[in-house]
């Protein structure tokens, strides 16, 4: 069994420039919990997700300095731009993953959940050339066992 077998083809996908506020309109509205987002010519630039929007309302982790030798060193100062980035973002490329694990069609339902409950990725973009063909979420591995087709 591959990811053509339990992927969904009819993929709504998003533009960079989408507002943030227009996409999570968009996700309630198609019942999802993510989207890929694409350019003018339909060609993958990353995902955003459920998590991406609500990422918006965490806390910010303050960089720790670390006084070794009366040498300050800043620690953790370039995961704090990126934090502050997301959560200050206006748009979908402000909080979008730019580099997603994404799938092919052709691979196998084992490394998919290998790839779900090991790695954490519940949300799998299926490419080929650069174009999103399908996508692969935990509720179609759900699906193919409650059809049988699986396990």
């Given at each position: 069994?591959?990811a053509?077998?339990?992927?969904?083809?009819?993929?709504?996908?998003?533009?960079?420039?989408?507002?943030?506020?227009?996409?999570?309109?968009?996700?309630v509205?198609?019942?999802?919990?993510?989207?890929?987002?694409?350019?003018?010519?339909?060609?993958?630039?990353?995902?955003?997700?459920?998590?991406d929007?609500?990422?918006?309302d965490?806390?910010v982790?303050?960089?720790?300095f670390?006084?070794?030798?009366?040498?300050?060193?800043?620690?953790?100062?370039?995961?704090?731009?990126?934090?502050?980035?997301?959560?200050?973002g206006?748009?979908?490329?402000?909080?979008?993953?730019?580099?997603?694990?994404?799938?092919?069609?052709?691979?196998?339902?084992?490394?998919?959940?290998?790839?779900?409950?090991?790695?954490?990725?519940?949300?799998?973009?299926?490419?080929?050339?650069?174009?999103?063909?399908?996508?692969?979420t935990?509720?179609?591995?759900?699906?193919?066992?409650?059809?049988?087709?699986i396990?």
């Amino acid at each position: 069994m591959i990811a053509e077998n339990i992927m969904t083809s009819q993929v709504s996908s998003v533009f960079p420039t989408l507002e943030i506020r227009e996409l999570a309109i968009f996700l309630v509205e198609k019942n999802i919990s993510g989207a890929p987002v694409v350019d003018d010519q339909g060609d993958f630039l990353g995902i955003v997700t459920e998590e991406d929007l609500i990422f918006q309302d965490k806390k910010v982790h303050l960089p720790t300095f670390l006084n070794l030798f009366s040498v300050i060193i800043p620690l953790g100062v370039e995961q704090t731009e990126e934090e502050l980035i997301k959560i200050a973002g206006q748009q979908v490329k402000d909080i979008m993953q730019k580099e997603p694990r994404t799938i092919s069609k052709n691979t196998t339902i084992e490394d998919i959940a290998t790839l779900m409950s090991e790695d954490k990725h519940y949300y799998l973009p299926v490419l080929e050339d650069s174009k999103v063909v399908g996508i692969v979420t935990k509720r179609d591995l759900i699906k193919a066992v409650a059809k049988g087709k699986i396990w």
